[in-house]
């Protein structure tokens, strides 16, 4: 078309500038019509608004913003945003420079023209959010977009019979098409792994997420993934070693470990399933998006000396080259991957089969792998009768104590019995110590953990998530549990060294004014061996059962100048504990009365109380440094339905105190004793 016709300056002669013709323009552009002449058509200036058009040189698609009066093509080209007015003195001065066209309507109005869509990810709004910051800071208001409008003569464009939205649907068909492929490849992977138990399906969107690196540039990643399937592979591998070899010990187990699930072996494991053809490692670049068979107009050209459309996994082809490009593909489609990232593919698949069908369906994607896991209930039992021939007469008291601070009663006692056996206990005659149970303990605290942060934390960054397991998940922490928990009381052990280690810990713990004040002072490895054994413990007399974890021990603390004020605050402190944890009253209704007395003022508070049913031991830490106090729910109150509770407790009545706060300490504590009775909760003092 630009060839075609009065377009050419070889074909713009004298004809076009005759006398007939100028008199013409003069009604076209004077006073005479109210029409716009175009390459293709004529159109009333009354149509224009939103016309879709088509330059001729370009081949670019805008529609009309609006009709410049009081300009035309015979205007300083400098009246355009594009610059370079020294070098054009017009606009008809430019276009037959620049393009060779010699316009034929020179006087025309120009027309103010945006681009349809500038071509750009759609898959994500970082782009779109990296977009207006960039605007921002060059000062641009991000509402006017002026790069993308531009003023043209109307003669330069085609018309088409098109509606504009229907032209802004079409560009989102690229994005569209590319999510869609994207899910394809996560759907054929799920049937390679051809998982199937009752009518459990993984979704094709949780694979597309564990397969989907950062370099993506999209609103997921496989970090989240890939930091819970981590800590369910070292579960299950962990489980398995334990249970298959009884006779070895802890050191044995750990290296065995350490060779199944590190990066070199997950790498070989994940090339042997070809998962880096599902890897999805680079940004959608919808410039270079094609239609099926069609040939891309932005060309990158194969420079890789490979024949094949794959790059053969040899040695020949892998380089620490930092300039090579990762994720890029050429034309060929060859990409190249970083080896740690299939890897952490293989583990965020794990994950996301764990997430979508639990331990089962992530056992039978490691055995696809070719990971070695198998928890037969036989090995289970086995393990659980071995350590029933253990005889706990002699620390029957040890035992019973620390069942009862745990709030839970052990089937098999000898499973108790040697997670709290040092090493050093042997020189008695001990044939067993708690450090296979640690192991064990270990791996199972990691993945409970990591559970609960990937569930309940679902908006944080992948990196905050885990720095969060990193600053849970170690021996620091479970060494303080240990001594607040009273726990370490109940390790038997035979060292003057590891005795002197523990009575010195124990009192910087109890010094402390909270948790942080210790962070980074040296505790005892026992103490926190200590807690992961007895995990362990649990896990194997449970059976493997990590929902029988789940029975927790909350801790309230008071100070008070009596026994009974401080227990009160303390247990003030432990339902706003629960509270938190979804397992204490909410409070929905809040009223206060006044009233007073000669000596004691009281008031009241009506609060409603719901308790999601779950075994809760409690504990109350009392600390010895009047007026009435009430805490109730009324019937005619209902609680969330949403919320599973248990039977309202009607009225609790607190003592007299001598102030407010002290009464509320009262009546909490006060309710805390009646949920015991009903079964729901156990104190122990």
């Known amino acids: 078309m630009r060839n075609a016709a ?34 293709n058509c004529s159109m009333s200036t009354k149509n224009l608004k939103e016309t879709v058009v088509m330059s001729i040189h370009t081949g670019r698609i805008y529609y009309v913003a609006d009709t410049l009066v009081n300009t035309s093509a015979e205007s300083p080209f400098d009246f355009n945003t594009d610059g370079a007015s020294s070098k054009y003195s017009s606009f008809a001065d430019y276009f037959k420079k620049k393009y060779g066209i010699v316009l034929f309507y020179p006087r025309q109005p120009l027309l103010l023209l945006k681009q349809t869509h500038n071509p750009f990810n ?109 800590s369910v592979l070292k579960y299950a591998v962990s489980c398995h070693l334990y249970l298959k070899y009884p006779q070895k010990h802890e050191g044995k187990l750990s290296g065995q470990r350490q060779r199944t699930i590190c990066n070199a072996n997950l790498h070989e494991l994940g090339i042997n399933r070809r998962l880096h053809e599902y890897i999805r490692d680079s940004a959608f670049e919808p410039r270079r998006w094609v239609a099926p068979g069609q040939a891309s107009v932005h060309l990158v050209p194969c420079s890789h000396g490979i024949d094949t459309s794959e790059v053969p996994v040899d040695k020949r082809y892998q ?57 037969d209930p036989s090995y289970v039992d086995k393990a659980i009768n071995l350590a029933s021939d253990r005889s706990c007469a002699e620390k029957v008291d040890q ?53 609960y942060l990937y569930q309940n934390h679902t908006n944080i960054d992948p990196g905050e998530l885990t720095d969060l397991r990193s600053a849970s998940v170690n021996n620091e922490n479970f060494a303080q549990v240990s001594v607040r928990r009273n726990l370490y009381q109940h390790l038997q052990y035979s060292s003057e060294s590891i005795s002197k280690q523990i009575t010195e810990y124990v009192t910087l713990v109890r010094d402390a004014e909270d948790s942080k004040s210790l962070h980074g002072r040296q505790c005892p490895k026992v103490l926190g061996d200590l807690l992961e054994s007895i995990a362990g413990a649990i896990l194997i007399d449970t059976k493997l059962n990590t929902e029988e974890l789940e029975d927790i021990l909350l801790i309230g603390e008071g100070v008070g100048k009596t026994n009974k004020a401080a227990k009160g605050q303390a247990a003030l402190h432990l339902l706003k504990g629960m509270e938190t944890r979804g397992m204490s009253y909410d409070r929905c209704v809040l009223k206060r009365e006044k009233k007073e007395s000669d000596d004691v ?62 009464s509320q300490d009262s009546a909490a504590l006060f309710l805390l004793y009646d949920l015991e009775q009903q079964g729901k909760l156990i104190i122990s003092c």
């Open 6 to 39: 009065w377009l050419s300056a070889e074909q713009s002669g004298s004809i076009y500038r005759s006398s007939d013709v100028d008199s013409s323009l003069e009604s076209v552009n004077g006073t005479g019509e109210d029409s716009i002449h175009f390459a």
């Open 399 to 451: 035992v019973t104590a620390l069942e009862s601070k745990l709030g839970y009663d052990f089937s098999t006692k000898g499973l108790l019995l040697e997670a709290i056996t040092h090493l050093t206990e042997q020189v008695t005659g001990v044939g067993f110590c708690y450090e296979r149970l640690e192991f064990l303990g270990d791996a199972v605290l990691d993945v409970l953990i990591t559970w």
């Open 122 to 230: 759609l898959l994500s709004d970082t782009q779109a959010c990296a977009l207006h910051r960039k605007m921002l800071s060059s000062g641009n208001s991000p509402g006017l977009k002026r790069q993308n409008h531009v003023h043209m003569p109307p003669e330069l464009l085609v018309c088409i019979d098109i509606q504009v939205s229907l032209i802004r649907a079409f560009y989102l068909i690229p994005s569209l098409i590319h999510r869609m492929e994207s899910l394809m490849l996560a759907c054929q992977l799920r049937e390679e792994i051809a998982y199937s138990f009752g009518n459990i399906n993984i979704p094709g969107s949780l694979i597309l997420e564990a397969l989907t690196t950062l370099r993506c540039c999209e609103d997921f990643s496989s970090e989240r993934l890939e930091l819970l399937g981590d």
């Open 601 to 662: 003022s009281s008031g009241s508070e009506n609060r409603k109380f719901s308790l999601i049913e779950s075994n809760c031991a409690v504990e109350l830490v009392s600390h010895k440094k009047q007026k009435v106090s009430q805490l109730a729910c009324e019937d005619n109150e209902s609680p969330d339905a949403s919320i599973p509770v248990i039977g309202a407790v009607s009225t609790v009545m607190g003592e007299q105190r001598a102030d407010k706060k002290s």
């Open 319 to 375: 380089t620490f080259d930092e300039n090579v490009i990762l994720g890029k593909s050429c034309d060929r489609g060859h990409r190249w991957l970083v080896s740690k990232g299939i890897a952490d593919c293989v583990e965020a698949v794990i994950g996301a089969y764990y997430v979508g069908g639990g331990l089962v369906a992530a056992l039978h994607m490691m055995k696809w792998l070719g990971i070695e896991v198998e928890l």
